[in-house]
């Protein structure tokens, strides 16, 4: 029976019936049947590692498992388990839990590729600072998850080591750019995994992957140790099963690193805390320029459903305005493409890594954009002229937040497309972003959850937005949505693999 | 706007085949047609944003502290010689 667990009527969370399986758990689940010894790390572990073996052959979410150290780690885990009081046990909130680490991130003796050729040997010397705290945290480090080559993509096909597949449906891409992290947790890989957020990369397969997904407010995780793609915008996030288990996870990474000095000295909450509050008397801004046209019609409705949802447990809905949103993608596509040129320019092949020749397309794509952009006669026209555009976007969004306490808004105009639909097409496929880019321009926070399915079968989600560092917010409206929608039939779908 | 993709990509020391040149050539020109759209917004009285949550000058003390040893700084180089990086030449004898 090793990997399946009778939890009876212990955990009200469950969705289904009484048996589930172990990988099926969500954080808090697995926390509660490790301390009352209803299973141990090991068998948590293996029942991962196992999914894994069954159908990542099909779904090529992970470009390295590191079963050997995980299993190493979870008996390690089992032994602090036996040996340990309960306020002792709070103090590694992730202990013997599973999770996928985004191959961007950087991981002491574990390869760490970006799901490029040019890193395709890379073993980095330390850890991020995030993997260190997931570490400290107890967290076992189960594999390096699949993504767009660089984080470079809306659909995970740009990587190096093949495409990752939608579980929901394997002719459809699962979103990218993190595209392995949200594919794992949708088809119970791991417990929970790790991204990075550049232009909507955990949102938006958060979004085509029925996970939870957060994009923190830009210096709120430090990104030391994570591979840069364009500096002023990254943001470390993570998926999850639940609102409840992002909230956990970001009270683990949010906080000041003296190696990353965008993160601010602020005090960090206790982010578990606002998910009881009651989102009543609170204001949603629907923003009139995310619903005109280009939006698919069910996309719109599931969205606009879900806002009276909220509205029916007290909160109100009001217009928004961002009226620059016609500018954000140009922008984007002049500033990011100017700091990845930056960033790459350090891959020369002799410290570390392979030739400049091994770059895929995506990234020579946007090497060449950004050198062009930035390139003397041109700073003015492109760089100059978009940093000032943000500036305007910015002001749009503070406005909006002056009358209202968040913003919901759909995650991409489209539910997810199929393989191969978009890859010759770049500015087709940035378009795509249309709805999460702006974000990163600005700097704010997103959580993107679960609202439903399309009439075909494939998963749709909404983006809750708020003000700088208004996290526990976006969580309190996360996590009433979940609960007030948790008997809803297709809460109970997994995905048939 | 056309981009000359065979400088561009001298500057950014990117090697590319004569195939890629001209798929490149197509694939960014439409781009950065795309992206002229901005000419379209006065910004003549805007100020340029580059940090996004108001942090200026972060600062630390300058100590010194661990670091990699160099034995493990050149653990990933293909190429070294006495402890150093070995790089190819760049200046003519």
Same mark, same amino acid.
């Given at each position: 029976?090793?990997?399946?667990?009778?939890?009876?009527?212990?955990?009200?969370?469950?969705?289904?019936?009484?048996?589930?399986?172990?990988?099926?758990?969500?954080?808090?689940?697995?926390?509660?049947?490790?301390?009352?010894?209803?299973?141990?790390?090991?068998?948590?572990?293996?029942?991962?590692?196992?999914?894994?073996?069954?159908?990542?052959?099909?779904?090529?979410? #992970?470009?390295?498992?590191?079963?050997?150290?995980?299993?190493?780690?979870?008996?390690?885990?089992?032994?602090?388990?036996?040996?340990?009081?309960?306020?002792?046990?709070?103090?590694?909130?992730?202990?013997?839990?599973?999770?996928?680490?985004?191959?961007?991130?950087?991981?002491?003796?574990?390869?760490?590729?970006?799901?490029?050729?040019?890193?395709?040997?890379?073993?980095?010397?330390?850890? @991020?600072?995030?993997?260190?705290?997931?570490?400290?945290?107890? /967290?076992?480090?189960?594999?390096?998850?699949?993504? *767009?080559?660089? /984080? $470079?993509?809306?659909?995970?096909?740009?990587?190096? #080591?093949?495409?990752?597949?939608?579980?929901?449906?394997?002719?459809?891409?699962?979103?990218?750019?993190?595209?392995?992290?949200?594919?794992?947790?949708?088809? *119970?890989?791991?417990?929970?995994?790790?991204?990075?957020?550049?232009?909507?990369?955990?949102?938006?397969?958060?979004?085509?992957?029925?996970?939870?997904?957060?994009?923190?407010?830009?210096?709120?995780?430090?990104?030391?140790?994570?591979?840069?793609?364009?500096?002023?915008?990254?943001?470390?996030?993570?998926?999850?099963?639940?609102?409840?288990?992002?909230?956990?996870?970001?009270?683990?990474?949010?906080?000041?690193?003296?190696?990353?000095?965008?993160?601010?000295?602020?005090?960090?909450?206790?982010?578990?805390?606002?998910?009881?509050?009651?989102?009543?008397?609170?204001?949603?801004?629907?923003?009139?320029?995310?619903?005109?046209?280009?939006?698919?019609?069910?996309?719109?409705?599931?969205?606009?459903? /879900?806002?009276?949802?909220?509205?029916?447990?007290?909160?109100?809905?009001?217009?928004?305005?961002?009226? $620059?949103?016609?500018? @954000?993608?140009?922008?984007?596509?002049?500033?990011?493409?100017?700091?990845?040129?930056?960033?790459?320019?350090?891959?020369?092949?002799?410290?570390?890594?392979?030739?400049?020749?091994?770059?895929?397309?995506?990234?020579?794509?946007?090497?060449?954009?950004?050198?062009?952009?930035?390139?003397?006669?041109?700073?003015?026209?492109?760089?100059?002229?978009?940093?000032?555009?943000?500036?305007?976007?910015?002001?749009?969004?503070?406005?909006?937040?002056?009358?209202?306490?968040?913003?919901?808004?759909?995650?991409?105009?489209?539910?997810?497309?199929?393989?191969?639909?978009?890859?010759?097409?770049?500015?087709?496929?940035?378009?795509?972003?249309?709805?999460?880019?702006?974000?990163?321009?600005?700097?704010?926070?997103?959580?993107?959850?679960?609202?439903?399915?399309?009439?075909?079968?494939?998963?749709?989600?909404?983006?809750?937005?708020?003000? $700088?560092?208004?996290?526990?917010?976006?969580?309190?409206?996360?996590?009433? #949505?979940?609960?007030?929608?948790?008997?809803?039939?297709?809460?109970?779908?997994?995905?048939?693999? | 706007?056309?981009?000359?993709?065979?400088?561009?990509?001298?500057?950014?020391?990117?090697?590319?085949? =004569?195939?890629?040149?001209?798929?490149?050539?197509?694939?960014?020109?439409?781009?950065?047609?795309?992206?002229?759209?901005?000419?379209?917004?006065?910004?003549?009285?805007?100020?340029?944003?580059?940090?996004?949550?108001?942090?200026?000058?972060?600062?630390?003390? =300058?100590?010194?502290?661990?670091?990699?040893?160099?034995? =493990?700084?050149?653990?990933?180089?293909?190429?070294?010689?006495?402890?150093?990086?070995?790089?190819?030449?760049?200046? =003519?004898?």
């Amino acid at each position: 029976m090793l990997g399946i667990i009778h939890l009876g009527g212990v955990l009200d969370r469950t969705p289904r019936k009484n048996v589930m399986k172990l990988n099926e758990l969500t954080i808090t689940q697995a926390r509660e049947g490790l301390q009352q010894k209803k299973f141990s790390s090991v068998e948590l572990t293996k029942a991962c590692l196992d999914r894994i073996k069954q159908v990542d052959g099909k779904i090529n979410a #992970f470009v390295t498992v590191t079963e050997e150290e995980a299993l190493e780690h979870a008996k390690h885990a089992d032994k602090l388990l036996n040996n340990i009081t309960i306020e002792q046990y709070n103090n590694y909130p992730l202990l013997g839990i599973p999770i996928g680490l985004k191959d961007m991130y950087m991981t002491k003796g574990i390869r760490t590729t970006a799901a490029s050729k040019v890193l395709e040997n890379y073993i980095p010397q330390y850890d @991020a600072t995030v993997v260190t705290k997931l570490k400290n945290a107890g /967290a076992i480090i189960i594999g390096k998850t699949n993504c *767009d080559a660089w /984080a $470079h993509g809306s659909s995970g096909e740009n990587s190096d #080591f093949g495409p990752t597949k939608n579980p929901w449906n394997i002719e459809y891409v699962p979103g990218g750019s993190s595209s392995g992290s949200a594919a794992a947790i949708a088809a *119970d890989m791991c417990i929970a995994s790790t991204g990075t957020d550049t232009g909507g990369s955990i949102r938006l397969p958060a979004n085509f992957c029925n996970v939870v997904g957060l994009k923190p407010t830009y210096g709120r995780v430090s990104r030391y140790g994570i591979i840069a793609m364009a500096s002023s915008l990254d943001s470390i996030g993570h998926f999850t099963k639940t609102v409840e288990d992002c909230a956990l996870i970001l009270n683990i990474t949010a906080g000041n690193d003296s190696c990353d000095a965008t993160t601010p000295k602020k005090n960090k909450p206790d982010y578990t805390e606002s998910l009881k509050k009651s989102v009543n008397g609170l204001k949603i801004g629907i923003p009139k320029e995310y619903f005109e046209i280009g939006l698919d019609k069910e996309i719109k409705e599931k969205t606009l459903k /879900a806002a009276q949802i909220l509205e029916s447990l007290g909160a109100k809905t009001v217009e928004a305005s961002l009226p $620059h949103t016609e500018y @954000a993608l140009a922008c984007y596509y002049i500033i990011v493409p100017s700091e990845i040129s930056s960033n790459l320019a350090r891959y020369d092949g002799i410290r570390y890594g392979m030739e400049r020749t091994n770059f895929g397309d995506e990234a020579k794509r946007r090497i060449m954009l950004g050198t062009y952009t930035l390139s003397a006669g041109y700073y003015d026209a492109y760089y100059k002229k978009a940093m000032q555009i943000r500036t305007l976007l910015k002001q749009d969004f503070d406005r909006a937040f002056e009358k209202v306490d968040v913003i919901i808004s759909p995650v991409s105009p489209t539910p997810p497309w199929k393989l191969g639909e978009k890859v010759n097409d770049p500015l087709k496929m940035y378009l795509s972003d249309i709805y999460t880019i702006t974000i990163n321009l600005v700097g704010i926070p997103g959580l993107c959850v679960p609202i439903g399915f399309t009439k075909n079968e494939l998963p749709l989600g909404m983006q809750i937005l708020g003000p $700088h560092f208004s996290e526990e917010t976006l969580f309190q409206i996360g996590n009433a #949505f979940e609960e007030v929608t948790k008997n809803e039939g297709w809460r109970k779908k997994k995905p048939v693999l | 706007m056309k981009i000359n993709v065979s400088h561009v990509a001298k500057l950014a020391n990117l090697p590319l085949t =004569d195939e890629e040149k001209k798929k490149f050539e197509n694939q960014l020109s439409s781009v950065l047609k795309y992206v002229e759209k901005l000419r379209e917004v006065d910004t003549s009285k805007v100020e340029e944003t580059s940090q996004v949550t108001g942090l200026e000058n972060v600062l630390r003390e =300058d100590q010194a502290a661990p670091s990699l040893s160099q034995g =493990d700084a050149l653990k990933n180089a293909k190429s070294k010689h006495n402890g150093l990086f070995k790089v190819p030449a760049i200046l =003519d004898e």
